[in-house]
């Protein structure tokens, strides 16, 4: 299959960086995705959230093919994810993912954790590499830990050299997993600072996150997922003032008190 | 006064205070104490008193080529000795680069050497060994060699990777020196024994069976069941078969197996069949350490975009091998000893010169002596490597906590 196929009959302006259509997934007999549809267009900053164990997580895993969807097909950037390992590759290099307990390489300091993909994927030079982190070190608020191991960094400075890792890569699109509920509360907002600068610079963003004021303020649509399907999708505004579904209602009532 | 300025209270103990608290605290104690102080006292007065007593050390002084190098030509010698000095350039040249693992071994290899000349040159023990003066001069020569290397590696401050390419050649040079090659006359390895067979039997084995056992440890986690079970197969398959019967199958079997003009000789026999077999417990440690790994340190390695090669590489394995450090130590320091079931296919390393030099007529009545000897070369060698294994950890297991 060739690489650089573009999503068929799909008008132009529909065409996504990220497309998903009629997703299905199951673990065993548990039908956990049931028929996701979902485009991101290039530059968007898209909230996912909903109750646990809708499928948040398993959705947005199988954008970067961490889990195999069974039904369905994923476009990233034009790529149809496939078992095509080569389309695995090309479309992994193009999205960088932040994990709920940052998966920080603990042998490693932080400078080696940023630099560790730049040097053994990209083949950039050693020095290239460092200079290059720096300065995502720099853009996280970080440069002072560099040479500190994962294990003597807190919460929030290890999720902020995950994402610097993340972006070392240079990707055009980045996936959150709820980047920030693994955090104390007092963490949660250099993160938060983090991604909202972050969303300032046109990077294509996906975030599972329940952290509503960030929502509010940075992302331009919002997905509602129930029971493995996106019930409502809508600009924050929309969401938050007048939701249509029952469900949603509920659901935000119940996280704003 | 505010509760942050108080001094700590003191902690400091008198050597009399620290007696009676800790060995005569109450009437069992004290008990406890006089009986296990006496039995001490017996033991080092009875052997202690045999050793420098009544012990014929000079069997083991007579005798002492044969316990280093068996019935290696004497005209040869200066290859071996030329090798010691070459590793023990290398080694202090690692300990000026790499830092405190190597320094360790450094410090051990040269007090080592220093110990040894030291026993051997004073009385009362010293005097009764031989062939003394050129085995001194080379000790000493050695040990001092580690240091100028040392000396010199700070000075000139040679690339790590330099230093990576010269361990790495110094596996074919050790070979092409001990077994000879090109202009240096062939030493048959029928020759080779004692000591220096021990030593080179377990470091072979341990510089082979440790790659192959990662590999069969990652081939038993594969993706592809014809990897899996070729892998889950050789090792426990091998896990259920004593090393005896390897060493006995490897020198019989693999004979009549090959072709004819094949011959590979005994001691390669012993070598593959000790690698064989001790590769399969590698393979199991390394699993489990591999069990450690959580799966998002996969998952982060893969979202970055590493093939399971990289992710093997440069972020599971260096994880999973740090964790199964003192249980490989652990197996290697079994390896070690392990080498003297070669005796059994007729190869002389130190337990099987020891029990031929009992077998000659001047040595009868030597036996303690000779079973004494071998003890502790075999007690130094692992003590040592077991010292080296707690450096190791303590160093490597920096970012690990
Ligand atoms: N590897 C797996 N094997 C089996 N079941 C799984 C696996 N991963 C997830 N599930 C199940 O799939 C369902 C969806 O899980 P998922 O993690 O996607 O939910 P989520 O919306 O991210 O929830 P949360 O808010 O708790 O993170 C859950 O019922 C979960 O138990
Ligand atoms: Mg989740």
């Known amino acids: ?257 | 006064m505010s509760i942050e300025t108080m001094a700590p209270p003191s902690t400091a103990v008198t050597p009399l205070e620290w007696m009676r608290r800790n060995l005569f605290s109450s009437i069992a104690s004290s008990l406890t104490t006089g009986l296990i102080g006496g039995l001490l006292i017996w033991l080092a007065v009875n052997v202690g008193g045999w050793a420098i007593g009544e012990a014929r050390w000079e069997v083991v002084g007579n005798n002492l080529r044969l316990f280093l190098v068996g019935q290696y030509p004497a005209t040869e010698a200066w290859r071996l000795w030329l090798n010691l000095a070459v590793l023990s350039v290398m080694t202090g040249l690692s300990a000026a680069v790499f830092g405190s693992t190597t320094r360790t071994l450094a410090v051990s290899t040269s007090a080592l050497q220093l110990l040894l000349a030291l026993l051997i040159v004073p009385s009362p023990l010293g005097t009764l060994i031989p062939p003394t003066t050129s085995l001194v001069l080379g000790l000493l020569g050695n040990a001092a060699g580690v240091w100028a290397a040392f000396v010199a590696g700070r000075l000139l401050g040679p690339p790590r990777r330099w230093l990576m390419i010269g361990w790495l050649l110094t596996i074919p040079l050790t070979f092409v020196l001990v077994s000879g090659f090109g202009p240096l006359p062939e030493v048959r390895s029928t020759l080779w024994g004692g000591l220096l067979l021990t030593v080179l039997l377990a470091a072979v084995g341990i510089v082979l069976s440790f790659p192959l056992g990662v590999l069969l440890a990652l081939g038993r986690r594969s993706g592809l069941p014809a990897v899996r079970v070729l892998s889950t197969a050789y090792i426990e398959i091998i896990r259920g078969v004593p090393l005896v019967t390897i060493l006995f199958m490897a020198d019989i079997m693999l004979p009549l197996l090959l072709p004819g003009e094949f011959r590979i000789d005994r001691v390669a026999r012993a070598m593959g069949g000790i690698t064989l077999f001790s590769a399969a417990y590698v393979a199991e440690n390394v699993r489990g350490g591999l069990q450690a790994i959580p799966m998002g340190q996969y998952e982060a390695a893969h979202a970055l975009g590493l093939g399971s090669l990289a992710t093997n590489l440069f972020v599971v394995l260096p994880q999973a091998l740090r964790s199964v450090i003192p249980a490989n130590v652990g197996l290697f320091i079994s390896l070690l000893k392990d080498t003297t079931l070669v005796t059994i296919v007729g190869l002389l390393e130190l337990l099987g010169i020891g029990r031929a030099i009992l077998a000659q007529p001047q040595s009868l009545g030597a036996h303690l002596e000779v079973y004494v000897f071998i003890a502790a070369a075999f007690f130094v060698l692992c003590y040592a490597m077991s010292q080296a294994s707690y450096r190791l950890e303590r160093t490597m297991g920096l970012g690990s906590r």
């Open chain 1, 1 to 257: 299959m060739n690489a650089e196929r573009p999503a068929p009959d799909v008008p132009e302006a529909e065409r996504g960086i990220i497309v998903a259509r009629d997703v299905h997934k199951w673990f065993g007999s548990l039908h956990v995705l049931r028929g996701i549809d979902l485009t991101v267009q290039a530059g968007e900053v898209v909230v996912i959230f909903g109750a646990s164990g809708s499928g948040k997580s398993t959705f947005i895993r199988t954008i970067n093919r961490l889990e195999e969807h069974q039904q369905g097909e994923i476009f990233v950037d034009g790529i149809e994810l496939t078992n095509d390992i080569r389309n695995i590759a090309a479309v992994r290099s193009e999205i960088g993912m932040v994990f709920q307990s940052f998966n920080l390489f603990p042998h490693l300091t932080a400078l080696q954790n940023v630099t560790l993909a730049p040097v053994r994927v990209r083949r950039w030079s050693r020095d290239r590499a460092e200079q290059a982190a720096m300065e995502l070190l720099i853009r996280v608020g970080i440069p002072e830990q560099a040479h500190k191991y994962p294990a003597q960094l807190s919460g929030g400075q290890q999720q902020r050299v995950a994402i610097a890792r993340a972006l070392a890569m240079q990707p055009k699109i980045m996936l959150f997993d709820e980047p920030t509920s693994a955090l104390d509360p007092e963490m949660i907002n250099e993160v938060l600072e983090v991604m909202r600068e972050l969303a300032g610079t046109g990077i294509t963003m996906l975030c599972v996150t329940h952290e509503m004021g960030f929502a509010r303020a940075v992302a331009n649509r919002m997905a509602f997922f129930d029971h493995g399907q996106i019930v409502e999708e809508g600009p924050p505004a929309q969401i938050f003032e007048a939701p249509e579904h029952e469900r949603t209602k509920r659901f935000l009532a119940q996280i704003l008190h």
